[in-house]
């Protein structure tokens, strides 16, 4: 157990619809990262915060968005679904805002239908 | 921009034999470099990780890797594999300084008894 947690383990919606995923780091980290793992795409940065700040963007729609709020867990935001975001969403956390070691969650499984 | 790549997408092995996952990357500045594993429906764990120093490392679960900097390799071993070694193992890589991990394809490693 990494000690970051994820919810909802799974998520199934239709195209067109908005979801948003839910991430709490390990206790004391004050980064958070969004990875996206497709079949076709592989694993993919999205988005990291550190302590509420946006810190860096990697690959992410602009259909997607995420914050990180004061108790520092963070939220990734999908909207205008289609069935092409249908992936496994890691969240990441580390205790530095310069990249060093990560602790993953078990990720949410989204399904676009 | 750096990238990495998993020269094998499948390596199968029979228990207790050695095993080699090779991961070569491309960057044109220095390097941190990871090894992670992901078990069946479960979120990546951290191997091993190279940040400076002695270019052997020690991993956990007997795992090790050498990082070679003329051949821009960093490749992944264990002396003798156990049936629960049966994962996908990812390859990343992060620029100094940089704000985000770059994977590779992964290979999924299967132990035969």
């Known amino acids: 157990d990494s000690g970051v947690t994820q919810t909802p383990k799974h998520l199934i919606t239709a195209t067109g619809q908005r979801v948003t995923l839910r991430c709490s780091p390990r206790s004391g980290d004050l980064s958070v990262y969004w990875y996206q793992q497709s079949l076709d795409q592989g694993l993919q940065f999205l988005i990291q915060y550190y302590n509420g700040e946006e810190r860096a963007k990697g690959n992410i729609l602009e259909r997607f968005s995420a914050q990180q709020f004061p108790d520092l867990h963070s939220e990734l935001n999908l909207s205008s679904l289609e069935l092409g975001d249908s992936a496994l969403y890691f969240c990441?956390?580390?205790?530095?805002?310069?990249?060093?070691?990560?602790?993953f969650g078990p990720g949410t499984r989204l399904t676009v239908t | 921009a750096q990238s990495v790549t998993q020269l094998d997408s499948q390596v199968p092995v029979f228990e207790e034999a050695p095993v080699e996952l090779r991961c070569n990357y491309s960057?044109?500045?220095?390097?941190?470099l990871f090894w992670y594993v992901q078990y069946p429906n479960q979120g990546l764990q951290l191997l091993l990780k190279?940040?400076?120093?002695?270019?052997l490392v020690k991993g956990i679960n007997g795992f090790e890797a050498e990082f070679n900097k003329s051949q821009t390799s960093f490749h992944l071993r264990k002396p003798s594999v156990h049936i629960s070694d049966t994962a996908e193992y990812f390859c990343a890589v992060s620029e100094f300084g940089a704000q985000k991990l770059v994977f590779g394809q992964g290979t999924r490693l299967t132990i035969n008894p």
């Open positions: 960057s044109s500045v220095s390097v941190y």
């Open positions: 990441a956390s580390s205790p530095r805002v310069v990249l060093g070691e990560q602790y």
């Open positions: 190279y940040l400076s120093g002695s270019t």
